[in-house]
C-alpha cells in the first residue's frame, strides 16, 4: 500500500522561505520520476515541479521557476522542495506523487488515490 507523507508547510510572509518534505513507503522510490503538485481553493491541481529518479532531470511551472528547488534522497524514501522568495499566489496545499517528468508534469496514473493530506503553504502579502 502506497503512502505519502508531506511536511513543511506553514504560514510565511511574501519573500520568505520553506522547505517540503515528502516521505514515501509502500513503493519501490528510487524507480519513480516524482512530482510535487500545489492546489489553491477553487482552482484545479496543477503541477508545481517533478525529478527524475536518478535527479538527473528536472521541471519547473514557469510561475515557480528561478525560486524552487526539487530534490530528492532516494537512500531515505524522500522528496523535497526548497521554495524561496514566495508570493501570495504560491498558498496552496501542496502534494507529492509518482510523475511523469518528460516535457509536463502529471501524477502518474498508478499513483491512482494514494495522495496524502498534503501540506499548507499560506504566503501573506
Known amino acids: 500500500q502506497v503512502q505519502v507523507v508531506e511536511s513543511g508547510g506553514g504560514l510565511v510572509q511574501a519573500g520568505e522561505s520553506l522547505r517540503l518534505s515528502c516521505t514515501a513507503s509502500?513503493?519501490?522510490?528510487?524507480?519513480?520520476?516524482m512530482g510535487w503538485f500545489r492546489q489553491a481553493p477553487g482552482k484545479e491541481r496543477e503541477g508545481v515541479s517533478c525529478?527524475?529518479?536518478?535527479?538527473?532531470?528536472?521541471l519547473y511551472a514557469d510561475s515557480v521557476k528561478g525560486r524552487f528547488t526539487i530534490s530528492r534522497d532516494n537512500a531515505k524514501n524522500t522528496l523535497y522542495l526548497q521554495m524561496n522568495r514566495l508570493k501570495p499566489e504560491d498558498t496552496a496545499t501542496y502534494y507529492c506523487?509518482?510523475?511523469?517528468?518528460?516535457?509536463?508534469?502529471?501524477?502518474?496514473?498508478?499513483?491512482?488515490?494514494?495522495w496524502g493530506q498534503g501540506t499548507q503553504v499560506t504566503v501573506s502579502s
Open positions: 509502500g513503493l519501490n522510490f528510487g524507480i519513480y520520476a
Open positions: 506523487a509518482t510523475a511523469t517528468c518528460l516535457a509536463t508534469i502529471h501524477p502518474l496514473p498508478s499513483f491512482g488515490r494514494s
Open positions: 525529478i527524475s529518479l536518478n535527479s538527473g532531470r528536472t
